[in-house]
Every structure is written in C-alpha cells, then in structure tokens.
T-cell receptor, first 114, second 111 residues
C-alpha cells in the first residue's frame, strides 16, 4: 500500500535553531500534502495545506514566516520551523494524497526545543 | 466550522469485552468519515473509512457506523485484546480534502 515517510522521527535542539522536517510519498505522486501539529493529549490540528508547485495555504493562527513549507516536487514536502523556541515543541505529522485516495500519514516527528 | 467530539476520552476494559467508541460532529456536509488508530509517539493508521453515502463499514473485529442526520458515528470493537490498546481518532473530510479530527479516545485493554 501507499507509504509516506517522515524524517527525522525525533529532534532535540537548542532554542533559536531552525529545524527542517521532510515528508516523502514513496509510491505515489502526492499532489497535496498536509502538515499537522499535535500537542500532548490533544488531537491533530491542521497547520497548512501544500500543493505541489504553489504556495502553501496556512490555517488561521499559524505563522507562515515561522513555519516555512516547501512542496517542490510530487514526492517531497518540507516543513522548516525557523528560530524554534520551547513553545514550538510538539509532535508534527504530515500526510499526503493524490486526490484519488485518502490521506496517508507519516509516522510523525517529535520536536523538543530546549 | 466543523466540530468533532469523541466520548469517552478514556476507556479501560478487561480483555474480551465488546466496546463502543463514539464520535459526534456538527456539520453533516462531509465527504467521508474515518477512524484511525494512533499508538504512543506514532503516526496514524487508518482503520475504516465510511463514504458519505454509506452507513457502515466492517473490517475484522471492527465495525464503524455513520448517521449523518444525527451527526454521529460509532466504532465497535468486538472481543477486545490488549493489542487494541491505543488512541482512536475519528476524522471527517470536508471540501479540499481537509480532515477535522476529534480529540480521541484512549483505550486500554487489560489482560
């Protein structure tokens, strides 16, 4: 079946560091990728929707200059958390779809900012 | 704005019990409803997807129902096993492939 690979699975870094998370669709062309954030004991909250070759659409309250999303190809989207601070610590999950099938999810990235 | 509520927030049962997880939503204009499983620190595994025109789906010991008119879905797990312990999330797809998630039910099945 379709597989979405997310890397890295865990990041621990100092405050002020920028962190890049990759999301790859391994066996289908992902025309749309989604980025979610999940705080402990809470559900997934959509941060942004990314279509290949165009700018991402951010949800209300999500800072686009803080969370940079690039979807340069049909198999890769990246999320860069710029100048990360402790409040950005969270579990980030991506998903991908080719519009014909349901979203397939990556295994998530645990981001911890010290 | 779609709001999704899951009840109960947590559930602990002995092995072998049949159980029901509930999901309610406010906007019936949906394309489909999915139930996911999430293990601690992991991503999501899709369990069942019910299209808007369907009323239920079954996979093994799992059965999910959908009643759009009342804004409700249930996930029935038969003969629960310790390996079923996880958080179960329901999510509704609306326009633009957007998914709105509930906050989940944390299930513990005790041996």
């Amino acid at each position: 079946g379709a597989v979405v690979s997310q890397h890295p699975s865990r990041v621990i870094c100092k405050s002020g560091t920028s962190v890049k998370i990759e999301c790859r669709s391994l066996d289908f062309q992902a025309t749309t990728m989604f980025w979610y954030r999940q705080f402990p004991k809470q559900s997934l909250m959509l941060m942004a929707t990314s279509n290949e070759g165009s700018k991402a659409t951010y949800e209300q309250g999500v800072e686009k200059d803080k969370f940079l999303i690039n979807h340069a190809s049909l198999t890769l989207s990246t999320l860069t958390v710029t100048s990360a601070h402790p409040e950005d610590s969270s579990f980030y999950i991506c998903s991908a779809t080719d519009s014909y099938q349901p979203q397939h999810f990556g295994d998530g990235t645990r981001l911890s900012i010290l | 704005k779609q709001e999704v509520t899951q009840i109960p927030a947590a559930l602990s049962v002995p092995e072998g019990e049949n159980l029901v997880l509930n999901c309610s939503f406010t906007d019936s204009a949906i394309y489909n409803l999915q139930w996911f499983r999430q293990d601690p620190g992991k991503g999501l595994t899709s369990l069942l997807l019910i299209q808007s025109s369907q009323r239920e789906q079954t996979s093994g010991r799992l059965n999910a129902s959908l009643d759009k008119s009342s804004g409700r879905s249930t996930l029935y797990i038969a003969a629960s096993q310790p390996g079923d312990s996880a958080t179960y999330l329901c999510a509704l797809e609306t326009s633009g492939s957007r998914l709105t998630f509930g906050e989940g039910t944390q299930l513990t099945v005790n041996p």
